[in-house]
Structure formats: structure tokens, C-alpha cells
């Protein structure tokens, strides 16, 4: 039986939109979220036809033309050119998993009934995403305050029979695919051009899609960072307990307590050591990844509030007989909070870098490069040195976005928050990190090998007879990209196990 997932106003978290989008489950809306949506279109048609003055975004001009009066039999033009006039995108393409996600976070907070939209418009947008009539939508062109207002309009211009989509693995015009399936365009009544264009759903669906990596990062990174610990031969004691609950921040603790549990059996652990101390990049993995940690928490509850919100402009409330023109759709909540999960987690990058650094060095019994006949093999030379290149440009990805503004609108739009080149960055440092921490797998898991017979954890030698299905070990020199994409596969596929 085909799964499907009920659209409802109530709570919509991570985990429903991973097993959505992972599960390719279709969308319905609720009866509850029809009857608001219907209640909320009925009060504003009668608002409309009995109101005498102006109501922004409703019978008046938009920005600086707010001020511009438009008589009721030109309101449904009204929306229609405010669509078609915005869908300014350009750039690269988005990717499509992430207009999915656009499309279900829209449909989502259109489901409370504040919005003023038809029943019908928002049954095509379910209609889209469970036949996977897919819009183009572009990287650029959103000042991220009056919503997302460029990329939504692309989004939405195949409501109207314009633009293009892909479907079924091809780039079309929308109009061609609207007549395959026998839809007609939409015709929009007053006020919903607004209600689909103003929202943060282009800023939000890519911190959405970021964050659902990012959690399976923080996890790898633990793994990954004991992997390498095992192949260094280092120390155990800074990992232990008391050391943590002396300094309790949350992600450090964590961090610490996951090491630990990793590390359970190991030989190589249990062996006496010649050095007092390891490297910072070993010793403070739980200063460091917990940090991070704790960043992604805080960053994940502003997220989680946006996915439950209603962004656009003006916003209806029928049960109170009032239309509120506010700034919901402002994205500085957006906008600092992904340039800081920036930045937590290029540090994840940083500090992974810094230990495959510590593997190559030819310290305590490893070889030079971790390869045998270092000079005649570069070994793990050069994968160092993608992972450095990769770690430098992530410091300049990491410039903030969001302390930035520039006037718009005539100046009736004076503080934008560039929340979506904060969304758009955060996730190319991401996968960033991702590569970082694959070529980090690669070497820590090359270190643990050359000590043999001298075993690492159980759970350690697991991970790494998984990895070996994806990357060999390397006895001589070979083209070393292919695996480092593999490894890169094996992040994005593999399994943490239980810890």
C-alpha cells in the first residue's frame, strides 16, 4: 500500500521530511488544513468585496508601489503579473531534491490557513510534487527579506502554464506537461501571488537539506576522528569523564562519551605509550567537535521553528477579522543562524585536516605518506593537499553573508538579511567537509592496517572491513581520485552502526 504523508498544521520535523524525501512519500492534505485554507480564502474574498480602503499586497501595488490603489476586476492580473515580473532567478540550477523540499515546506505553511490562498492552488502544488513535475529554479537572485521572492516565483510560474520543469528525467516547458496531465493553469485570485512568492522556503529548504547532512557528518566525524586516533597510537586520557563534567558543555560531553564507547577493546589503545601528550587535533576532539555539536543543535530548534511557520505577507486572520501587513518573511533568523553552522562546521573540515597532517609525517612507526617505499610511492601525499585546498576555501566561504545588506525597492525594502547566499554557502562547506573528512577515512583507516598484528577496537575494525568494501588499502601508488570519491559515497551511504 502506498505510503502517504498528511499535511496538517501541527509540528512537521527532520525526521518526517528525511523519511519523506528518502521514501519518495506522496502528499495529502489533511481535512483539518483543507477547512482553514477554504475558511481563510471565503473571509478574504468577503473582506475584499465589502472593504472600501486600500490593503496592501491585496488591492494595492507592491514595495514602493504600495501606495498604488488597483480596482478589484484587475486583482486576479494583479497576481498574475507580480508572479511573472518576479521569476528573476538566474545562475546555476537548483538541485532537484532541494525544489522538492521547496515545494513541501510551501505547501506545509500554506497549511495553516493564514494565507489566503485557494484550496485549488495549493492541491496543484501537492499535485507537482507527487508526480514529480519538478520547476526550475535558480541559485540567484534572492535578497532573502520580502521572502524568497525571485526563486519562489520560479517556482511557481508553472502554476500559471509559464516556465519550465523537469519530468520524467527531461527539461520542458511547464505548459507541455500541464497538458500531458490534463491540468489547467491556475487562475489566481487576490492576494495569493503574495502568498506563494513572500516566504523563506528557498533559505529554508536548503538549511533543511544541509542539516540532514550535517547530522550524519557530526557522527562520521567522531568515527572518523577515533579511526585516525587508533592509526596515531594515541591516548585514551583525555577522553575520560571527569575531565568533561568539570567543563559540562553539552556536545563536549557527547563527543568525549562517543570516543570513549568507540575505543572499547582496542589493543592499540591498551598498549604502553612513549609520548606523554597527542596533538591538539587528537586531544581536543571533544573541545572541538563538540562545539560543533552544540552549534547544530542550536541551529537545527531556529530551523525547525521556521519549517513550522508562517513567512508570508500580509497574513490573514479570519477567526480575528484582521489582515496584518508585517515581516515574517524577513530571513535574518535564517540568515545568521546558517553562516554560523558555517562556520561550526568548516571546523569539523579544520581540524580532520590536521590529523591526516599528523598521519603522513612518518611519527610513531608509521611510514612517510603511510605507504611502503615512500620516494618511489607518494602514498598519501597529495590527498593532503586536496584536503588542505578544500579547508582554505571553506575560510572564505565562511565570510558571513548575513552582516551584509543593500537597499532594494526604492527603498522602501532598506534592510535585506542575504539569507540565501548564507543557505547557498553553507552547503557547498558542507559537502566540503564531507570530502575533508572522506580523505581523513582514507588515512586513518591506511595507519590502523600498517599496525597490524596490534588490533584496533572491535567497532573500529568493523567500520573500517565496511569502508574496504568501497576503498582498498594502498600498497603502491594508483589514481587516487577514484577513491577518494568512493570514500566520498561510502559518507554519504554507509552505516554508523551502534555506538
Known amino acids: 500500500m502506498e505510503k502517504i504523508h498528511n499535511i496538517t498544521p501541527n509540528h512537521l520535523s527532520f525526521d518526517a521530511i528525511e523519511e519523506i524525501i528518502e521514501n519518495g512519500i506522496k502528499l495529502a492534505l489533511s481535512k483539518e488544513s483543507e477547512k482553514l485554507i477554504v475558511d481563510c480564502r471565503n473571509y478574504l474574498d468577503e473582506k475584499v468585496k465589502n472593504h472600501t480602503g486600500p490593503i496592501y499586497g491585496i488591492n494595492t501595488g507592491f514595495g514602493s508601489l504600495c501606495n498604488k490603489s488597483i480596482s478589484n476586476e484587475d486583482l486576479s492580473q494583479l497576481q498574475t503579473n507580480l508572479v511573472i ?3 528573476c532567478g538566474t545562475g546555476a540550477e537548483v538541485r532537484q531534491v532541494i525544489v522538492k523540499l521547496m515545494l513541501l515546506l510551501k505547501i506545509h505553511a500554506l497549511s495553516f490557513g493564514k494565507s489566503g490562498v485557494q484550496l485549488v492552488t495549493v492541491q496543484r502544488l501537492i499535485d507537482m510534487y507527487n508526480n514529480h513535475v519538478v520547476p526550475v529554479v535558480f541559485e540567484l537572485g534572492s535578497l532573502g527579506a520580502s521572502g524568497d521572492l525571485a526563486p519562489l516565483a520560479n517556482m511557481c510560474l508553472p502554476l500559471l502554464g509559464f516556465g519550465e520543469v523537469y519530468y520524467k528525467g527531461k527539461k520542458v516547458p511547464s505548459q507541455q506537461v500541464l497538458d500531458e496531465l490534463g491540468w489547467a493553469p491556475i487562475t489566481l485570485k487576490s492576494k495569493e501571488g503574495l502568498a506563494l512568492l513572500n516566504g523563506t522556503q528557498f533559505m529554508n529548504a536548503h538549511a533543511v537539506y544541509t542539516l540532514l547532512k550535517a547530522f550524519r557528518l557530526i557522527k562520521f566525524a567522531d568515527i572518523i576522528g577515533t579511526t585516525s586516533l587508533e592509526g596515531f597510537d594515541g591516548r585514551v586520557e583525555p577522553f575520560t569523564d571527569q575531565l568533561h563534567q568539570i567543563r559540562p558543555h553539552a556536545g563536549q560531553i557527547a563527543t568525549a562519551k562517543n570516543i ?12 604502553a605509550k612513549k609520548h606523554v601528550q597527542d596533538p591538539y587535533s587528537f586531544r581536543c576532539m571533544p573541545q572541538v567537535h563538540g562545539a560543533t555539536k552544540d552549534a547544530v543543535t542550536y541551529v537545527a530548534s ?4 521556521e519549517i513550522n511557520s508562517v513567512t508570508d505577507n500580509p ?10 501587513s508585517g515581516g515574517n518573511f524577513h530571513g535574518q533568523p535564517l540568515a545568521i543562524s546558517l553562516d554560523f ?3 561550526a562546521m568548516a571546523e569539523l573540515g579544520s581540524i580532520s585536516e590536521r590529523r591526516t597532517a599528523q598521519l603522513i609525517l612518518g611519527l610513531r612507526g608509521l611510514p612517510e605518506f603511510l605507504v611502503a617505499n615512500p ?6 601525499m597529495i590527498p593532503q593537499y586536496s584536503a588542505a585546498s578544500i579547508v582554505s576555501q571553506n575560510k572564505q566561504l565562511c565570510t558571513p553573508a548575513s552582516v551584509d545588506s543593500i537597499v532594494s525597492s526604492n527603498g522602501q525594502e532598506d534592510h535585506v538579511s542575504m539569507g540565501s547566499n548564507s543557505a547557498t554557502k553553507v552547503l557547498k562547506v558542507v559537502e566540503n567537509v564531507e570530502r575533508v573528512l572522506a580523505i581523513e577515512l582514507m588515512n586513518g583507516a591506511q595507519a590502523v592496517e600498517l599496525r597490524k598484528p596490534m588490533q584496533p577496537s572491535p567497532f573500529i575494525s568493523d567500520f573500517i572491513s565496511q569502508f574496504r568494501l ?9 589514481v587516487m581520485y577514484v577513491e577518494i570519491e568512493n570514500a566520498v559515497k561510502f559518507l554519504q551511504k554507509g552505516k554508523f552502526g551502534n555506538y
Open 85 to 87: 515580473s518576479h521569476a
Open 260 to 271: 570513549r564507547k568507540l575505543v572499547e577493546g582496542s589493543q592499540i589503545m591498551a598498549q
Open 302 to 305: 531556529v530551523i525547525e521553528t
Open 315 to 324: 497574513t490573514v486572520f479570519p477567526d480575528e477579522d484582521m489582515i496584518l
Open 341 to 343: 553552522l558555517a562556520i
Open 375 to 380: 620516494g618511489l610511492n607518494s602514498g598519501f
Open 470 to 478: 568501497s576503498v582498498p588499502f594502498i600498497d603502491e601508488d594508483k
